[in-house]
């Protein structure tokens, strides 16, 4: 089964089989939902949790796979240096090694990637601004420590680069310089996010995801009546 480690390692995986098998189907779950809201069609996005912090290991899932059908058998298990640890066939994602840097850097529990319309769309609008201010809605309430619509939410949007070691280390020092961003944009790519928990992350991708769809519909209205 897809949580099995290798020989060295299934002492520490079978302690924990239960709490693997939750993990996975959840993130399958989500993935699915997200397929059939259209954030992450086909091959695109990719989704991770923390299974244990020391050393860091994260269920993720595989490079390739279709997301409308995902199933936990497919959830990979990788190691702080995105390793595969799981005696699963399948290949971890090359954008693993963000999953990987933001929930060692900043404590994350989970790190959920879309590629929505919009959010692909407004962070190539956006881009020369180096990232979009959203302020002035409802939904912000539902980002975590936010108490009030008149929060000014910041999403940075970072220039997409296959050489994800470069590309991991431009995360962490935009996230360093804005530490309060909920997630970050990468330009013609789309969205990432994450929380202190599965639950958190999914809400963080509801909330931010409402939100860029809210401002690209209400820029297209404001300009069809030009």
């Given at each position: 089964?897809?949580?099995?480690?290798?020989?060295?390692?299934?002492?520490?995986?079978?302690?924990?089989?239960?709490?693997?098998?939750?993990?996975?189907?959840?993130?399958?779950?989500?993935?699915?939902?997200?397929?059939?809201?259209?954030?992450a069609l086909g091959t695109s996005g990719n989704f991770s949790a923390v299974v244990d912090r020391d050393p860091l290991t994260l269920a993720m899932?595989?490079?390739g796979a279709d997301k409308g059908s995902l199933s936990a058998e497919q959830i990979l298990l990788i190691d702080q240096n995105a390793n595969v640890?799981?005696?699963?066939?399948?290949?971890?994602?090359?954008?693993?090694?963000?999953?990987?840097?933001?929930?060692?850097?900043?404590?994350?529990?989970?790190?959920?990637?879309t590629h929505s319309v919009w959010s692909t769309a407004l962070s190539d609008f956006y881009a020369p601004a180096g990232g979009l201010a959203i302020?002035?809605?409802?939904?912000?309430?539902?980002?975590?420590?936010?108490?009030?619509?008149?929060?000014?939410?910041?999403?940075?949007?970072?220039?997409?680069?296959?050489?994800?070691?470069?590309?991991?280390?431009?995360?962490?020092?935009?996230?360093?310089?804005?530490?309060?961003?909920?997630?970050?944009?990468?330009?013609?790519?789309?969205?990432?996010?994450?929380?202190?928990?599965?639950?958190?992350?999914?809400?963080?991708?509801?909330?931010?995801?409402?939100?860029?769809?809210?401002?690209?519909?209400?820029?297209?209205?404001?300009?069809?009546?030009?």
């Amino acid at each position: 089964m897809f949580w099995r480690m290798r020989e060295a390692e299934r002492g520490y995986v079978n302690a924990r089989q239960e709490t693997l098998e939750q993990i996975a189907t959840r993130l399958a779950e989500i993935a699915r939902g997200f397929y059939s809201r259209g954030w992450a069609l086909g091959t695109s996005g990719n989704f991770s949790a923390v299974v244990d912090r020391d050393p860091l290991t994260l269920a993720m899932s595989p490079s390739g796979a279709d997301k409308g059908s995902l199933s936990a058998e497919q959830i990979l298990l990788i190691d702080q240096n995105a390793n595969v640890i799981s005696d699963n066939p399948a290949r971890p994602s090359a954008e693993s090694q963000l999953h990987v840097r933001i929930a060692l850097e900043f404590g994350v529990g989970a790190v959920l990637h879309t590629h929505s319309v919009w959010s692909t769309a407004l962070s190539d609008f956006y881009a020369p601004a180096g990232g979009l201010a959203i302020e002035g809605y409802e939904m912000l309430k539902g980002l975590a420590g936010v108490q009030t619509h008149e929060h000014k939410e910041w999403l940075p949007i970072i220039e997409n680069s296959q050489d994800m070691f470069a590309l991991a280390d431009t995360v962490s020092k935009t996230l360093r310089r804005f530490p309060g961003a909920h997630g970050f944009l990468l330009r013609r790519h789309g969205l990432y996010t994450w929380g202190e928990d599965l639950d958190e992350a999914r809400r963080h991708v509801e909330i931010l995801e409402f939100l860029l769809e809210a401002i690209g519909r209400g820029r297209t209205l404001n300009h069809s009546g030009d």
